[in-house]
């Protein structure tokens, strides 16, 4: 079984057409992606445990942690080993991890959740999303941005189908639970909830594992030519490898980069169930948007942090990876500005601010293996980013803790106003002001972190480098 999984196995033979590749590394981040589906589920089990946002919240932290580290941990070993079996060791830690969770909600141990799906869960997180980006940069290299945006798409649009599926089932595990607002699915509903994601995953990925494909070394596509793409601006034509790549300036910059702009999206993410129903509560304080349609925008949301990565990624191959980030970063900081301030005027304004921001969030993450790419040449460029996905982990504590800290502190989960977010949101303005800044900063690394002995632009050397 584990020469099925051995890189040499999964070599395309010649003439194999690489837009196979894409659906493969979306069966993976279309089940993994589920973890942004969690805002929807979040009240129950606030009131299964009897515990605060913040102690809940706290599971899709250690996930995002755990993602960040594994990741950066695991970055070389998945350039070496090859995708299949990165992506057949991530489904084994995401399915565990649901079980264990399932086990912690029956049980009523909280200690399971996070050991589950925070710990275990967040491991085949990391794994499961760094496995398939160098190798589709590989088979496109004459379109990275693209590339990423295919890679890291099914991730932002995993919660598009999780969020609806998961309503649909918790409503037929538990039929007092209607999706109506003020009715809350019960912690068993929530148990069996993950029992099934998790076999539903464990499919899922194992196709993805199965069909993933690595090009053969010194292969490129047809009409190609690595000097084009070369030619442009903050392109380098060099390799610097992962342990010289943390020694630069650009490296830390983009870190604050990542870390502000995954901040900002999180920020809603996390809490978007919930925090649309505040934001529309009637003068008896019951909110006017139903549970259902708040997983409806949970949806929603999804789709827009799924178009961004494909939509926005792409076009940074056109305006270059620099420029789009402070679209990202400055149209980001008005945008979440008028949600703050004018969000709870319409339903429809609060939709659009929030899609918008999402479409940033989405569009940073894909966006950001093309820039480091460009920055750092081809070789182990897998690595990096999984180095740099440790600006993740950091935001998927310091998100969920602002946002989280702040509503604790106005008043009582389900009784919440528009006004108990504000000092939350406009912090995440800050922020994305602080990373529009490192991002101006980022200029072309130093000769002196350039591999002698290596040619980033060379195919055969791409090839054997990053899988």
């Not at 047809?222 to 490898?241: E, H, L, N």
Request: aromatic share 12%; with cysteine.
């Amino acid at each position: 079984m584990a020469s099925v999984l051995d890189r040499e196995r999964t070599v395309a033979p010649p003439g194999f057409n690489r837009w196979l590749i894409p659906p493969a590394a979306l069966a993976v981040h279309l089940s993994i992606g589920q973890a942004y589906a969690t805002s929807v589920y979040k009240t129950a089990l606030v009131e299964h445990f009897q515990v605060s946002q913040t102690q809940i919240g706290i599971v899709f932290s250690i996930a995002i942690v755990m993602l960040g580290l594994s990741a950066a941990v695991m970055g070389t070993w998945v350039d070496k080993n090859g995708p299949r079996k990165a992506m057949a060791t991530s489904a084994l830690f995401w399915v565990t991890g649901f079980l264990v969770g399932a086990l912690g909600i029956a049980t009523s141990q909280l200690w399971l959740l996070y050991l589950g799906y925070g710990v275990i869960g967040g491991i085949g997180l990391g794994i499961g999303y760094i496995s398939p980006v160098s190798t589709l940069i590989k088979w496109f290299p004459d379109r990275p941005g693209l590339a990423t945006g295919m890679a890291i798409m099914g991730f932002g649009g995993g919660a598009l189908v999780a969020s609806p599926l998961s309503t649909r089932l918790m409503s037929l595990y538990d039929p007092e639970y209607t999706g109506a607002a003020g009715t809350v699915p019960s912690g068993q509903s929530v148990a069996l909830l993950f029992v099934t994601l998790a076999a539903l995953y464990a499919v899922l990925m194992t196709y993805g594992a199965a069909t993933i494909r690595v090009p053969a070394d010194g292969w490129k596509p047809d009409g190609f030519d690595p000097a084009s793409v070369q030619r442009k601006s903050m392109v380098t034509t060099a390799s610097v490898s992962a342990n010289n790549a943390v020694r630069t300036p650009q490296f830390y910059l983009l870190w604050i980069v990542l870390f502000c702009n995954v901040t900002a999206g999180i920020g809603i993410l996390e809490q978007a169930s919930p925090m649309i129903q505040d934001f529309f509560r009637a003068d008896d304080g019951v909110s006017t948007v139903a549970v259902a349609a708040a997983g409806g925008f949970v949806g929603l949301l999804s789709l827009a942090n799924m178009a961004g990565r494909f939509v926005w990624s792409s076009t940074s191959d056109v305006i270059g990876r620099k420029p789009m980030y402070m679209v990202y970063l400055g149209v980001g900081l008005v945008t979440y500005f008028l949600l703050a301030t004018f969000g709870q005027v319409s339903t429809v304004l609060f939709v659009l601010f929030a899609a918008i921001i999402l479409s940033f969030y989405g569009g940073g993450f894909a966006t950001i293996p093309a820039y480091l790419r460009d920055l750092f040449g081809t070789f182990q460029v897998g690595a990096i980013h999984g180095r740099l996905l440790t600006a993740w982990s950091a935001a998927g504590i310091a998100g969920p803790l602002i946002v989280n800290g702040f509503l604790d502190a106005q008043g009582t989960p389900g009784e919440l106003t528009d006004a108990a977010y504000r000092p939350a949101l406009y912090t995440m303005v800050a922020l994305l002001a602080v990373g529009f800044v490192a991002n101006l900063l980022v200029r072309p690394v130093s000769e002196k972190f350039h591999e002698p002995s290596r040619d980033s632009g060379a195919p055969a050397r791409e090839g054997s480098g990053q899988q």
